[in-house]
Structures are given as C-alpha cells and as structure tokens.
C-alpha cells in the first residue's frame, strides 16, 4: 500500500482510538474532542503544506519545489517528474524548431511560413532575399505587401495552388518559381526558387536551335536547288556552267562543315572541365606557323606581321590554343580589306603571357563589343556570310580561354580596326630563359 495513504488510514485509527477512550474515559463530548483534536493537528498539517503550494504557485521554478512530508512529499515528487518531463519535451521542441530553422535558413530556395491570411510567420535568408523583406521585423505582415505582382495576388485571390507560379521582374532580371503548399490548421508554406539561370539556359537552347536550324537553311536550299536543276533532265546547261554549279555546291557544302566542325568543336570544349594534353609551348614557332594560315587564307590581300617580344612559352593544349588563336586571326583576315595589314603579337608583361592580334579592318561599334563571344552574334549578317565565318569563332575563343585561366579584352574603332587580346596568367606564360637568349 502507498506509504502516503497508508499515513492517512494511521491517522485516522489514532483519532477513531483516541475519540472511543475519552467516550470511555468520559463521555461522547470528550470523544468527539479527541478525534477534533487529532484531525485538527492533520488538517493544519496539510494547510502548512498547502500554504508552501501556493506561494510556490506565485513563483514556479523547478529547482525550488516545496519539501513535504507524507502524502504532500508524494504529491510534490510527481509534480517534480512532471515539471521534468515537461521541461525535456520542452527542450526537445526546442531543439527541434532551430534544427528546422537552421535547415531553412541553409536551403538554397526561400521559404515563408504563413498563416491562414496569409500574414508571415516566419522567413529563411533566401525568401528574405527574393521578397525584400526584414525576417524579423515583417513577422505578421501580409506576404502580399512584399510581392505586388498582379499575378501572384491574383493567384493568392483564386488560392488554387495545384500549379506553381512563375513570376518575372520587370526588368526581366530575375525569374521566380513559386508554391504554395497547405498543412496542419490551415497554415500554409510558401516555396520560391530562384530560376534565373536556367531561364537562361532555356532561353539559349531555343536560340541556338533556331540559329543552327537558320544557318543549315541557307546552304541546304542552295544544295537542293542545284541537285534539282543539275538532275533535269530537261535543261541545257554549258561545262561551264555545270562547273560553276559544282563549285556553289562545294563551298556551300564546306560552310555547313565548317559549321559542324565549330559546334563539335564546342560541344567538347564544354564537356569536359579544364584540358588534359598540357605542355609548354615555345611561342615563337606557334606564333609563326599561325601566321602561315593567316598568309593562305588572305592569298596575298593582306600584308601579315609578326611581333615576338619574348621567345617564351606558355603552358597550355596545343590543340585547343590553336583553335583559339587561329578563330582570332581569321577574324583579322576575314574583316580587314584587301591592302591592309594583319598582325601577330606575343610578349610576356608583368609575368603575364600576352597573345594579340591587330587589324586594320572594319572595326566595331562599342555596343557590340560585350555580346562578341556569343554563339551566332554578328555585327553584320551579310558580310558574316560572304566571308564564310560560322559565328561561333569567338565563343570557342572564350571557352578555351576560360579553360587556361586566361581572359579576352576588345578594342576597336569602326573604320581603325580592331585588337584582341588574350592574357594568360603569370603561372602559365614562361619567360626565355636568360641562358639560353645570351647563347
């Protein structure tokens, strides 16, 4: 039996026997005394240890629990376990909730608690960031006095959230995918994701399909319109004739490979991370043999400079290097007249290796400059094509640059001509070696 009970039951025999001796002594009266008595004693007892309860009560804390005795000693050791376990499930809560927060505020995407009007709860960094907001001091405010966007109030207003949303900036900046998922007593958690980029990227493949699919149009149709006109059967036609056609085809044929061999050319420069065949390059030859390709491709129109200030080397893929600068040097030849000059350039400064090639061709307006390097940009679509560029020369530049740490700056005046330049960092470029210069 409880030993707090078993207290009571005690205490009540000591009354039950002390009430039937003085009814035995005395009489009833004195009987009913002496259990008085005894319950009397009990119950200021507990009124003690009720009294200690209560200003307890006034000020709860764990740690300073009333002592007892008896029944209230039992009583006060539950409560004691209770508080415990409380404050443990407390702490579990506790640590729960900022476990929670910390992931939140780590996720790449933003999140907002909201209740049922959707005022905000609560805010991770990112939905901070993507809906200017303050996470602590736009607690209770409306989620929808942060994103006025008309179709993200009427998508709150129609609150059918089976579809995320996409939200763009005005200025076409920033691309927002928004959902809205409902939970517990109508609370709700609004997710954003910051789709910029593959917005981007989307947008990129569209247009390159479109610009590869222009570009293959042009030489196709003339390909099938020779086919056609050469295959009838009907129509006359002079050697003479049938050599030029052939000859059309031919070079029409040569575009859409050069075409393939540039995307090909891409493709593998964007698959893989930086280049694997790395070795010093004695610059002097390179340089020279550049200069070689651009004498065959201006057959004599041009006159072709070479400069060689430092007969170094630069560590790099002699393959992809070559591609690079022999697209930066047929560039100079393609858009530089006839009679001017086209020159070659390498020199080591401050440590940094240093590639050039200046022209004195057509030049380009200062708009342009920026967008050089995206596939299929031309300044002039007309002379593009007579020329037989691909537009995707200077995106290949870019790339292999990028992969040899190296960087591509633009000058040019329209009608002075133009210099590119490429600047590899002081770890790639090596200077002659002294010894070696004075032998």
Do not use: C
């Not at 207290?7 to 002496?34: D, E, F, K, P, T």
């Not at 610009?211 to 050469?230: C, D, R």
């Amino acid at each position: 039996m409880n030993s707090a009970w078993a207290s009571h039951l005690a205490v009540l025999a000591v009354a039950a026997a002390a009430g039937l001796l003085g009814w035995r002594l005395s009489n009833a009266a004195w009987g009913w005394a002496a259990v008085a008595a005894v319950l009397g004693v009990r119950l200021a007892y507990h009124a003690a240890h009720l009294a200690s309860f209560f200003r307890w009560l006034q000020r709860p804390a764990r740690d300073s629990l009333p002592a007892g005795r008896g029944v209230w000693e039992e009583a006060f050791a539950l409560l004691h376990r209770a508080l415990r376990d409380r404050d443990e499930e407390r702490d579990r809560l506790r640590l729960a909730l900022a476990r929670f927060r910390d992931a939140g505020r780590a996720l790449p995407d933003g999140v907002l608690l909201l209740d049922r009007e959707y005022r905000i709860e609560w805010a991770n960094p990112t939905a901070a960031r993507h809906f200017n907001l303050d996470a602590r001091r736009d607690v209770g405010q409306p989620v929808a006095n942060f994103l006025r966007h008309p179709d993200f109030v009427a998508w709150l207003e129609a609150g059918d959230f089976r579809e995320p949303l996409t939200l763009r900036g005005a200025r076409g900046d920033a691309v927002l995918l928004v959902r809205l998922i409902e939970f517990g007593d109508e609370q709700k958690l609004l997710n954003s994701r910051d789709i910029t980029a593959q917005e981007r990227l989307e947008t990129m493949r569209r247009d390159f399909v479109a610009n590869v699919s222009h570009e293959l149009k042009t030489p196709i149709t003339v390909l099938a319109g020779f086919v056609e006109t050469l295959g009838d059967p009907t129509i006359e036609m002079s050697a003479a004739q049938r050599k030029r056609y052939l000859a059309l085809m031919a070079e029409q044929a040569g575009r859409m490979q050069r075409l393939i061999e540039d995307l090909l050319a891409l493709s593998a420069l964007e698959s893989s991370a930086a280049p694997e065949d790395e070795r010093p390059i004695a610059m002097r030859a390179f340089v020279e043999a550049l200069a070689d390709e651009a004498r065959a491709l201006s057959a004599g129109r041009h006159k072709v400079i070479v400069r060689i200030d430092d007969e170094g080397s630069l560590l790099g893929s002699a393959r992809e290097l070559h591609s690079a600068f022999s697209n930066m040097v047929s560039n100079a030849v393609r858009y530089t007249p006839a009679g001017g000059s086209v020159t070659l350039l390498w020199r080591t400064q401050d440590g940094r290796g240093v590639f050039e090639v200046q022209d004195t061709g057509i030049g380009v307006e200062p708009r342009h400059v920026p967008r050089l390097t995206e596939r299929f940009y031309r300044v002039d679509h007309g002379r593009s094509r007579e020329t037989g560029g691909t537009g995707l020369g200077l995106a290949i530049v870019k790339h292999v640059l990028t992969r040899h740490e190296a960087s591509l700056e633009v000058e040019s005046q329209p009608g002075r001509g133009s210099t590119f330049r490429a600047v590899f960092p002081a770890g790639r470029a090596a200077p002659q070696d002294p010894a070696k210069a004075a032998a």
